[in-house]
């Protein structure tokens, strides 16, 4: 006779259920585990805000007026009263040359004409009286031609000496070299004791630069061009940035476009001009340039960095409430500095990743690292749980 299986006990049971209890637990840790934590990215709200329409080039300070100084006579330079570099004004002295050989023809001139003046004042009125003595038939007709002929020709010889004690004048006046333009003085190519030549233009005694105001001449692409001649209406602005400077803090004006584009490089010649109250600007110098053709108050801008190139054009990842992102394809029509002024594809009060593209995908997780204010409810901070979905 068979016997019947005993049945099970709860003391049996018990194992069973741990097992299951525990494989339960096991599966359920996992499957939390297996949830992908949050990419750290650095975000940025879109914004609508006024944004410049400008081009950017490569430019070069050149004063707006250079003279080169030169003696109008020659001589022996007697005294230079400035140093080599010093700024100057219009009309000071800048070289003395010995002025002993221009007074002396000064005081010649003027005793040549002293003494034909007084022949020509005897002549002239030996004329008149020949006048009279010919009026009586108390001469002949050559006598009174030689005398009006002599008071003539005494007569031109003293306007002959006046100009020539004018022309003694200013070589005397001359020989005291001044400043004609206020400006900047450049190398000193004569000192004291050298003999001086009368305007040697090979050789000029010192270069003055105009350096307040001072011009930036810079090209732009023949493309440019309608922009440039739209906007001649007004003053447009041109910035400037120097060297040693990271923005363009140096503003001006444009004051010369050149009347045809260059064929050979297909570049257009224009010049700003800029106060340089404070000589940042040097003559030579290369520097960064920004023209202003327009002004867009109403321009949708994300940080550059926001936009990536895709396969199918620009995108920008936007971040949902609920701590996803979406890759959202932007048109964009210029940059702008560090901005990206986007045509289409977003909208203001939007936010947009500017940090951490390359480890996300659209759908992906994020912690938003620290530093946008007033972030939409449920988006997490760097580091915090991913909203559940």
Not at 299 to 305: K, N, R
Request: aromatic share 4%.
């Amino acid at each position: 006779m068979k016997r019947r299986p005993a049945p099970l006990t709860a003391l049996a049971l018990a194992p069973a259920c741990t097992l299951g209890v525990l494989l339960c637990a096991g599966g359920c840790a996992g499957r939390k585990a297996a949830r992908s934590p949050a990419v750290p990215v650095s975000v940025a709200r879109v914004e609508e805000r006024t944004v410049p329409d400008e081009i950017e080039a490569s430019g070069t300070v050149e004063p707006q007026q250079t003279v080169a100084v030169n003696a109008q006579v020659g001589g022996i330079l007697e005294q230079v009263t400035f140093n080599e570099g010093d700024a100057v004004r219009a009309g000071q002295v800048l070289f003395q040359l010995d002025p002993r050989p221009f007074r002396a023809a000064f005081d010649q001139a003027h005793a040549v004409l002293a003494r034909d003046r007084a022949q020509a004042d005897n002549a002239r009125r030996a004329a008149e009286r020949a006048a009279t003595l010919r009026e009586q038939n108390l001469i002949s007709v050559g006598e009174f031609d030689d005398a009006r002929a002599s008071a003539e020709a005494l007569a031109a010889a003293v306007r002959a000496d006046s100009a020539a004690a004018a022309a003694a004048e200013l070589n005397l006046q001359y020989a005291t070299i001044r400043a004609p333009i206020s400006g900047r003085t450049g190398n000193l190519f004569a000192h004291a004791g050298n003999l001086i030549k009368a305007v040697d233009t090979d050789h000029p005694l010192v270069t003055i630069n105009l350096l307040r105001p001072v011009r930036v001449r810079f090209t732009v692409p023949e493309s440019a061009l309608p922009a440039v001649l739209r906007s001649r209406r007004e003053s447009l602005r041109v910035l400037a940035s120097p060297a040693d400077r990271d923005s363009f803090a140096l503003e001006g004006r444009l004051v010369f476009v050149d009347n045809a584009v260059d064929a050979a490089t297909a570049t257009l010649l224009l010049k700003g001009e800029f106060a340089n109250l404070d000589e940042s600007l040097w003559p030579g110098e290369f520097v960064r340039v920004r023209l202003e053709l327009a002004r867009d108050p109403h321009a949708i801008v994300v940080p550059a960095a926001a936009v990536t190139a895709g396969p199918s054009g620009p995108f920008v990842y936007v971040l949902g409430a609920d701590s996803t992102v979406s890759a959202r394809p932007v048109e964009v029509a210029r940059t702008a500095g560090s901005w990206s002024v986007i045509a289409s594809g977003v909208r203001p009060s939007e936010i947009v990743v500017t940090d951490g593209q390359v480890r996300l995908a659209p759908g992906s997780h994020v912690g938003v690292r620290p530093g946008l204010a007033a972030l939409p409810l449920g988006v997490p901070a760097a580091g915090a749980d991913p909203v559940k979905p």
